[in-house]
């Protein structure tokens, strides 16, 4: 699987693609600024980009903005982010556009290289990747709202694990239920929020994040 790799730390990113080259990708291009993203990009076609958030010159959002006109040129290209702090607003961002292979991380999660491993195939593969962090921010941020605040406990905890790119067997893992119990949980999920029941677990995914993206978040 071949990598684009753009953060401005030369330690994490040497240490990224030492990362990465250990558990079998290849990183074609390591750079550290939003517009080598872009050259990068178009040149390598990778399966994959890497963007850290905060790129020069300000570092404020140059790598979001960065991965949004990649995203713009190759349309459909796997883009996993990383942030420092947990941003709503770029998570909101990210979704906007409801094409999936989409992934938002915090930078703590690099130091567990199964955890980011894992979220980075997720993504290159179509699927999505959010931290449990944020999402854990999204849901609480409309706990009270209708149709979110008519979940039970048992259904965020699903919901929010489906959000993360969980599969029904990695949700039942995880909540130490049964695969029968998860799909019932999901099917309940799906209708109390009015969404199109489908069996692509992305497509199911992708639509509650949508949901998510919808309300107005703090």
Do not use: W
Request: aromatic share 4%; proline share 4%.
């Amino acid at each position: 699987m071949r990598v684009v790799l753009v953060e401005d730390l030369y330690l994490l990113r040497e240490g990224l693609t030492h990362l990465l080259t250990a558990h079998g990708f290849e990183v074609v291009s390591a750079v550290e600024t939003g517009p080598e993203l872009l050259t990068a990009v178009e040149e390598h076609r990778p399966d994959v980009a890497i963007v850290d958030v905060r790129l020069p010159p300000t570092f404020t959002d140059e790598g979001l903005q960065a991965a949004h006109e990649a995203r713009r040129r190759i349309p459909g290209l796997p883009v996993l982010v990383l942030s420092q702090h947990v941003e709503q607003l770029y998570a909101r961002e990210l979704l906007a556009d409801g094409s999936g292979a989409i992934g938002y991380l915090l930078k703590d999660r690099v130091f567990n290289a199964t955890q980011f491993v894992d979220a980075l195939r997720r993504v290159a593969e179509g699927g999505t990747a959010m931290d449990p962090e944020v999402i854990s921010k999204l849901v609480e941020s409309n706990a009270h709202q209708e149709p979110l605040g008519t979940l039970t406990a048992r259904e965020r905890e699903v919901l929010e694990l489906m959000a993360e790119g969980c599969s029904n067997a990695a949700v039942s893992h995880r909540l130490y239920i049964s695969e029968g119990a998860v799909s019932k949980h999901i099917a309940s999920v799906f209708g109390k929020l009015n969404l199109t029941n489908s069996n692509d677990t992305n497509r199911r995914v992708l639509a509650v994040l949508a949901y998510l993206n919808s309300a107005n978040l703090d």
